[in-house]
């Protein structure tokens, strides 16, 4: 099996002004340390991207954007485009956050014309999936995840040497404190694991990485990262205090 290097990441939704994020940043970049064993993304709302990429730079974290349209410039008001969020000094991008799908009317077609504009412009998206609680209940949750996956990925060229990476959040466990048991957790994520050998072969199979996302706490982080197909997790809530998500950073210590 290819060893995959952990990614703890932090979507700081819509919190955060601009001072108030380049306080928090800095006091991460502080509590946080030197880490090269995981790989570190923060993804505060884009009016705070300029002072954080400042604020974090040449530290052991990576800046990430929550979101993007897939057209590269014209007349899209309200919108930011790859190039854009890539000059603004991301590496990373949150493509299809269940906020997103639930309040703003995403589509899986439009997740995957998002993923091909990221890829073009050299950003690794962070593509969100998972079920609603009523999806879970009456027993759709690998269905929607099938839709979600085939979907979203459909017709995309994806190669080992620069995998997407996908969070798995199962909207029921987002800021509910409800974490998905381990043992759901697992099975949803190597559920995915199989999708992607499906679509697109064991290698990539074997090099994605697969975040969980949902609740995530300095109390849980360590018994999720157990799991064999857990290789990070998407943080919310905890992300947003420097103590709590670098407890979560430096959860093998
Ligand atoms: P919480 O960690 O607040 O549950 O949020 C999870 C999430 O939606 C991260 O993208």
Not at 25 to 40: A, H, K, P, T, Y
Not at 42 to 58: M, R
Not at 228 to 233: K, M, T, V, Y
């Amino acid at each position: 099996m290819a060893s995959r290097k952990p990614l703890i990441a932090g979507n700081w939704k819509m919190f955060k002004t601009c001072p108030e994020a380049e306080t928090t940043s800095r006091q991460l970049v502080e509590r946080v340390g030197d880490v090269s064993s995981v790989d570190i993304m923060i993804a505060p709302p884009f009016t705070a991207l300029a002072v954080v990429s400042k604020a974090i730079e040449g530290s052991s974290m990576e800046l990430g954007a929550q979101n993007l349209y897939w057209e590269k410039e014209g007349a899209f008001t309200g919108e930011v485009s790859a190039p854009m969020i890539a000059s603004a000094g991301c590496r990373y991008v949150i493509i299809g956050h269940s906020e997103r799908r639930q309040f703003f009317g995403e589509t899986d077609a439009g997740v995957n014309k998002k993923i091909q504009a990221a890829f073009e412009a050299s950003l690794i998206p962070v593509v969100c999936v998972g079920e609603t609680e009523p999806e879970r209940d009456s027993g759709k949750t690998f269905s929607v995840l099938d839709k979600q996956i085939q979907e979203g990925l459909k017709d995309l060229n994806l190669n080992t040497s620069n995998p997407p990476v996908i969070a798995y959040e199962p909207v029921w466990a987002i800021g509910t404190g409800k974490t998905a048991q381990p043992e759901q957790a697992q099975e949803a994520h190597a559920y995915i694991r199989k999708l992607i050998s499906q679509g697109f072969g064991d290698e990539l199979a074997s090099a994605i990485r697969i975040l969980y996302g949902g609740s995530v706490k300095p109390g849980n982080i360590a018994e999720l990262m157990a799991l064999p197909d857990i290789d990070g997790a998407l943080v919310g809530g905890a992300s947003l205090k420097p103590e709590t998500f670098s407890e979560i950073i430096h959860y093998r210590t």
